[in-house]
């Protein structure tokens, strides 16, 4: 087929750019995860840029092929944070509490004045 129309395609200019733009897009992306402070340093991330290529026939030739370009990326997961709770019955129901001793008041000085204030 020849035509001024068409150009030959390659891969930075399949569908305009997408394959850039994507790849641009997922790669920030994974970046953005390997400096995240709630993720696992030495975890390793993964980007996959993928092109669906699918003839289409007609009287048992190819007419034309759809394509699909998409980016996908395996990043670190958060990390999980670990406590305890105790189940206790309230009444009928069973309730949930939680003692996080490690845990200090943002604002103690307000938490001291609600007290004077109450007292």
């Known amino acids: 087929m020849e035509n001024e129309n068409y ?12 394959a850039i733009e994507l790849f641009a897009l997922e790669w920030d992306r994974v970046m953005d995860n390997i400096l995240d402070e709630n993720v696992s340093r030495d975890s390793v991330r993964e ?8 003839p289409v026939c007609k009287d048992g030739r190819v007419q034309y092929v ?12 958060n990390k999980g944070i670990g406590g305890v709770i105790y189940p206790v019955l309230k009444g ?5 509490l ?5 845990e200090q008041d943002m604002f103690p000085e307000e938490k001291k004045i609600k007290e004077v204030k109450n007292g």
């Open 92 to 96: 009928k129901k069973v309730i949930a």
């Open 47 to 54: 980007l996959h840029l993928k092109v669906k290529l699918k």
């Open 98 to 102: 939680e003692n996080n001793f490690s």
């Open 7 to 18: 150009k030959e395609v390659n891969l930075a200019d399949l569908h305009n750019g997408a």
């Open 66 to 77: 759809q394509t699909l370009v998409e980016c996908k990326s395996k990043i670190a997961s």
